[in-house]
């Protein structure tokens, strides 16, 4: 017997491995929590290879951002839960920290802003892994984690060799980076995170904003903002544990000028920010706009208090919540000409 054969299991539930709570079963699955485990991965994965094997690989972190649209999943599954945190170098400005792949992001946050490091209060009690972070380019009131990562280190399983990637060379975009189109057999393994000595607070979104100064505190801090975007989220986000769900499931549309001067026409309320290729529009106002607002349909349906939150009630089948996604993209199309884009990644 190989270390290999030792990190693999076969025909894995992972029901309670992803937060919308869908049943599914992994032919091919492993837990990574050491380097040493991901050698071993990569043994397994080249064993596939040599017996005409070639399957697709997905890194499941907390399974916050995933959909598994089917009940027998093919893909190799790899759980990260390799953790570790590390101060890598300090200048006057800035403390480098690397985080391994399987720590959990809402905590690595908490932990800096208890530390008065800034550049990530804004991210505050979004659910996910530190390895999950980059590959969405995750973001909310204003702030995006690009601007405080250094480097995201990876592990090619085909190879079983290490790759660091610049920041550039992750090539950020609005919830995309370049590990979005990578074949999956490149892993992250961990991220350097570049942290603010001086606190300087974001408050360009108004509901933070208008929080923050009721408050009447001049005395910002790190915490401060993360505690207030913690309640805030808190009250109009439901808990996965209770209501599954993956958070926002939908990106917010940008759209030209043009377009945007069009809407605005018939929708003078429509919520907007801007953009560098535009004008951001909110997801959730389209969809309340349409009447799907606390809309349930066979055991799915949206949130009542936000919109852009699809919550699985009680389905166990993928397919119901596919279509339910697939009627809404086309409701919203033909209502306002514009196409919903999920954010989840659905595996197959």
């Not at 017997?1 to 049943?23: A, C, G, Y």
């Not at 209770?242 to 001067?261: A, T």
């Not at 951001?280 to 607002?293: D, H, P, Q, V």
Request: neutral net charge; hydrophobic residues 35%.
């Amino acid at each position: 017997m190989t270390d290999s054969d030792l990190i693999l299991q076969h025909d894995v539930p992972l029901k309670h491995l992803n937060t919308m709570n869908l049943e599914a079963y992994a032919d091919d699955f492993c837990v990574v929590k050491t380097q040493e485990d991901l050698f071993r991965a990569s043994q397994a994965y080249k064993q596939m290879v040599q017996s005409g094997k070639r399957p697709h690989v997905f890194t499941l972190g907390e399974g916050s951002n995933t959909v598994f649209a089917a009940k027998n999943i093919t893909s190799f599954i790899i759980k990260m839960e390799y953790k570790g945190v590390t101060t890598v170098k300090e200048t006057a400005e800035h403390v480098f920290v690397q985080c391994n792949a399987g720590e959990m992001f809402r905590d690595v946050v908490i932990k800096f802003c208890q530390n008065n490091l800034s550049g990530l209060e804004n991210l505050s009690a979004i659910y996910g892994t530190v390895g999950a972070a980059p590959v969405q380019n995750i973001g909310a009131y204003g702030q995006e984690v690009r601007n405080c990562i250094e480097s995201v280190r990876v592990f090619d399983i085909s190879t079983g060799s290490f790759e660091d990637y610049t920041n550039s060379q992750c090539q950020f975009g609005y919830r995309n980076s370049v590990f979005k189109y990578q074949n999956g057999e490149k892993i992250i393994v961990s991220v350097v995170f570049r942290l603010n000595k001086e606190f300087k607070p974001i408050l360009t979104y108004a509901n933070l904003a208008n929080r923050v100064q009721s408050c009447g505190t001049q005395s910002f801090t790190p915490l401060f903002i993360s505690d207030t975007v913690t309640k805030i989220r808190n009250e109009k986000l439901p808990d996965p544990k209770i209501m599954p769900n993956c958070g926002s499931f939908f990106k917010n549309p940008v759209v030209s000028m043009e377009e945007y001067g069009r809407l605005l026409q018939s929708y003078g309320d429509i919520p907007s920010y801007e953009d560098k290729d535009g004008v951001k529009i909110s997801a959730g106002w389209l969809i309340e706009k349409c009447g799907l607002k606390g809309v349930k349909l066979n055991g799915v349906g949206f949130h009542d208090k936000q919109a852009l939150v699809l919550v699985n009630y009680n389905s166990n089948d993928a397919g119901t919540l596919l279509d339910f996604v697939k009627q809404t993209v086309q409701t919203v199309s033909q209502k306002f000409g514009i196409e919903l884009i999920m954010e989840p990644h659905i595996v197959r």
